[in-house]
């Protein structure tokens, strides 16, 4: 049984009732960060880019629930993959390219929900006390959720036949 002293000393840890930008703020956020993406990739291959993409990306993301981060998840996949497989029109039309970048956004879409829900304070916290609790140690789940999003789930679905994508 916990002493008196011990429960008063520890903080239960905050959780973020707001989010950081507002929804208009974020989706435009949300679309130059999927910009940003495409821009770190061949073609213009400005690498730094890659960095400000995704900083702009988890910035939009901050405190949000599922629905907002869904609509912020859409708008950076649809930005980042119509410009990213574009090429693809070029050899097999309009309708191929359109499906599969909207198949990418969708799945985008669907895999930054767990990664605000972190953000959010929804996953506990990698060790108790308040290091646990801060933002200098993020807490596992945001590192499985981006992980998921970018390298495990493109992979296992059979569209891809067994490959990520981007």
Known sequence: MPTPSAERTRRPRPVLQRPL??????????????FLMN?????????????VGVALLLLALIGR???GALLVGLIYGAVFFFLLVSWTSRYLGVIPWAALASLEAVITAVAVIPIALAYRGGFPAPFPGQWGASWAFPRPTEHCGWVASSCWAPGRIPAFHGRGSG
Not at 24 to 29: E, F, G, I, Q
Request: aromatic share 16%; proline share 10%.
């Open 65 to 67: 629930r599922a629905g």
């Open 39 to 51: 821009l770190a990739y061949p073609g213009a291959s400005v690498w730094p880019f890659a960095f």
């Open 21 to 34: 930008l507002p929804l208009w703020l974020a989706v435009l956020a949300a679309a130059a960060s999927g």
